[in-house]
């Protein structure tokens, strides 16, 4: 149909109601629906289907006669032209590593031109091309039902395609769908209900719980259904379908059927012709499948009927896990549409997702809109040869000022889990605009801190995400890195060693609790250590961070060291010295988190984090070995937590102007914790030198930090009063009191040390230069008072042995 065409139809529907469709060619949104009782409107639908690489072209297309049918047609999945192995892999990353190099950004932070002298090197290991491991998931042999139950009409479902969805989803995953929005035919028990038929939702680790991983009907025939009601007329345009998360049963629907309802009392099946339309459904239970319908159909309810299933002998139940696909329609009796409308951020940012290439683009305009205040610089690469970019945000970008302390934001560790990178790409837009504008809160935590964000950790695994899509993705895919390695258990296990240490050491003063050394093992060629989490150890390395964050996704809670159980067990609660301080970081972000402290939000998957106002120790919700939160804690000066941002590992766009602004006052408020506690320079009294690697010690906390190379310190504390020392090779030990406040501000504990007489010695007979008075003056008084202890003990030794032969003779 070449220009505008109106054509006003009037037909006459079921029960002597009329439907008044006006059909443009374009705008589907804006289609006025008129109905009575359970009249539905439906819109023929065109899918072109292309090949893997290309977005799939979507056109409504109203059609000129009505029908209450599906006209559902077999579409055949496409074929997909993406090489995953050898050389296809290389020419698909041939193209982004060579436009990182145009771009010519710096290689890394200008501190590596001076590292600091405990650096240490982990070695990179040969660079071998090898084929991307495949897991491969051993499926139980599936009792097939007979041909004459699937009919050769049958829909074909989408999977593994890069086709976008007409409509979001409803929000099933995400729990914007509630769970009285969820009813069934039936179900098995109360584990096993339809709130639980939740695309990606986990199970616990019990069999047979309150948190299982599908909704399963009692009862194993044709008639069991799940039902979704949308709470207003929907467009629904398909349904994606995944079997039952469990470690103790396999349950995976084959196929099954859909209808649609305005009053849930009438339903009207999705039509393939003169026939009800079958859709395939799963094969394993975690690849979701799609299957999108070729005409939408407008109606409030919607069923997911199964009709064959894994069934295991006679054991098989009838399971799955599912999402919806479908538009809100506008209700023209609504004289109050912004009471149903979403709310969207105000902020003007670009709210989308971005691949590697749209990653780099961005962070490149931001800081072309502030040059004053940003840099780009790369830390490292990943195996594919990405550049894993950080943004760094200060008054004085590329310098480390004294007294300004370090903070960093890491996300995209776990390449699905995305809304960290989206939520960090946001922040950097923000934090340039609302610069510029001129907001005090912005300006003076710019001025104050120097702020580096990394969006993405693993890119490799992201952009294995992003070609699957938000709800295609599944639970795991690009969750590690290209080569199969789960980066939140690479770094060196530190704890190990120090609670052995623990328990063989009789003298608690020969104990170290900071700055534990890398095992040398760890730092060989031959250790399985990602490049990428190579890269973030050196950065740690030569930034002296304080605060840091590591956003992740998949739950809804603030986690804090130790992530490491003790004794290896599968969760005990583990804490730091520094127990106190953990938990006020944690409730920091977790209290100002707009869906974290809604107190009648529902548990994500298994555990219900309210009961713990939605922080816990790492180690108290599982163990986690290897974890960067212990090795920053261990092996530097920098405090760091883990935030899990949302129940859905990968939301769809439509959701990602709301997690903004669910988030962004909690990333602000997180980043000024940087400036509580104690800052101050450690200096020589002699020469006003600052004296790098000096320990700050505080009495009643088992965990000291050092002073950075220019000798400024910074210490993390709550309020209170404290008493600090501090000491260096070679120098006296001095101890103050700091008193800690509720302040913005951190107290400001500065040190002048005194050199001992012999590091003075050294120092001036290394230069060839003549020994002050002073310090002769002290050279004889050390002289004479060695002397007084070495005669009297020889007069000692001889009293004895003059006693000795008295006794004898």
């Not at 509630?178 to 039936?186: F, G, M, R, T």
Request: hydrophobic share 35%; proline share 5%; charged share 25%.
């Amino acid at each position: 149909m070449a220009g505008v065409l109106h054509l006003t139809l009037l037909l006459f529907l079921h029960y002597g109601s009329f439907a008044v469709v006006s059909s443009r060619p374009a705008d589907d949104d804006t289609t006025a629906v008129a109905s009575t009782d359970a009249a539905f409107t439906t819109f023929t639908t065109t899918v072109s289907l292309s090949s893997a690489g290309k977005t799939a072209n979507t056109t409504d297309v109203p059609t000129t006669g009505f029908t209450t049918s599906c006209n559902e047609k077999t579409t055949k999945p496409p074929t997909t032209s993406t090489t995953t192995e050898g050389t296809g892999k290389t020419a698909e990353r041939a193209a982004p590593r060579k436009e990182a190099e145009e771009e010519g950004e710096e290689e890394g932070p200008l501190e590596l031109a001076r590292r600091s002298t405990r650096s240490v090197n982990v070695g990179k290991k040969p660079k071998t091309v090898v084929a991307k491991p495949k897991v491969i998931s051993k499926e139980p042999k599936v009792v097939k039902k007979t041909k004459a139950q699937v009919k050769k009409s049958k829909s074909q479902s989408v999977a593994g395609t890069e086709t976008v969805p007409q409509c979001p989803p409803l929000g099933l995953e995400s729990l914007k769908v509630k769970d009285n929005q969820l009813k069934a035919s039936s179900y098995k028990r109360r584990g096993l209900g339809p709130h639980r038929g939740r695309l990606n939702i986990q199970s616990g680790i019990e069999d047979g719980d309150i948190y299982d991983g599908a909704w399963c009907a009692q009862y194993r025939d044709q008639n069991q259904w799940l039902e979704v009601d949308a709470r207003q007329q929907t467009r629904f345009t398909g349904v994606i379908l995944q079997g039952r998360s469990s470690i103790w049963s396999w349950n995976v629907v084959h196929t099954y059927k859909v209808q649609f309802s305005n009053d849930s009392l009438v339903w009207k099946p999705c039509m393939n012709g003169t026939e009800e339309a079958v859709f395939e459904g799963n094969q394993d239970t975690e690849t979701p499948v799609l299957a999108l319908f070729n005409t939408s159909t407008v109606a409030r309810y919607i069923r997911i009927n199964p009709q064959t299933w894994y069934e295991n002998g006679t054991l098989g139940d009838i399971c799955l896990r599912a999402e919806v696909l479908g538009c809100t329609v506008p209700d023209p009796n609504n004289i109050y549409p912004w009471q149903t409308e979403l709310a969207e951020s105000r902020d003007k940012l670009d709210f989308r997702h971005h691949n590697y290439k749209e990653m780099r683009k961005l962070m490149k305009s931001v800081n072309e809109a502030c040059p004053d205040i940003t840099r780009i610089y790369s830390i490292g690469k990943s195996y594919t040869g990405l550049k894993l970019y950080v943004m760094e945000i200060s008054d004085n970008p590329g310098k480390h000022e004294l007294g300004e302390p370090e903070f960093r934001y890491v996300a995209g560790m776990h390449g699905n889990e995305v809304l960290g990178r989206e939520l960090l790409l946001n922040l950097m837009e923000y934090m340039c605009q609302e610069y510029k504008r001129g907001d005090q809160r912005i300006v003076r935590l710019i001025k104050e801190t120097r702020i580096h964000l990394l969006p993405s950790m693993n890119p490799d695994g992201y952009e294995m995400a992003f070609k699957k899509g938000s709800e295609l993705a599944g639970w795991a895919l690009g969750r590690y890195s290209y080569e199969g390695i789960d980066m939140n258990h690479n770094f060196a296990d530190l704890n190990s060693g120090m609670w052995t240490a623990i328990e063989l050491e009789t003298d608690q003063s020969k104990l170290i609790n900071h700055y534990f050394p890398i095992p040398e093992q760890y730092t060989s060629e031959d250790a399985f250590v990602a490049s990428e989490t190579r890269a973030v150890i050196n950065w740690m390395q030569n930034i002296p961070f304080v605060l840091s964050a590591n956003l992740h996704g998949g739950e809804l809670v603030v986690t804090y060291p130790y992530d490491m159980t003790r004794d290896w067990a599968p969760r005990e609660h583990t804490p730091t010295a520094d127990e106190s301080f953990f938990r006020w970081l944690a409730t920091v972000y977790a209290s100002t988190n707009q869906v974290m402290s809604n107190p009648d939000r529902r548990p994500c998957h298994n555990k219900d984090f309210l009961r713990y106002n939605n922080i816990i120790n790492g180690a108290d919700w599982h163990n986690v070995p290897g974890s960067m939160n212990d090795f920053s804690y261990l092996h530097t000066n920098c405090f760091e937590v883990t935030v899990e941002l949302s129940c859905d590992k990968f939301p769809h766009v439509s959701e990602l102007p709301i997690e903004w602004n669910n988030n962004r006052e909690s990333l602000l408020v997180y980043m000024e914790q940087v400036h509580r506690g104690i800052k101050g320079v450690v200096r020589d009294k002699d020469t006003e030198a600052g004296i790098a690697d000096a320990i700050i010690k505080v009495d009643v906390i088992d965990h000291h930090i050092r002073s950075v190379a220019d000798g400024d310190y910074w210490r993390l504390l709550n309020p209170g009063e404290y008493k600090v020392t501090a000491s260096a090779q070679g120098y006296f030990p001095s101890t103050r009191t700091c008193q800690v406040m509720y302040d913005h501000y951190p107290t400001i504990c500065d040190f002048r040390l005194t050199k001992m007489p012999k590091q003075r010695l050294k120092e001036i007979l290394a230069k060839g230069g003549k020994l002050p008075k002073d310090l002769q003056l002290r050279l004889r008084q050390l002289r004479l008072r060695k002397l007084r202890v070495t005669t009297k003990a020889i007069n000692q030794r001889r009293a004895a042995a003059a006693a000795k032969r008295v006794r004898r003779m």
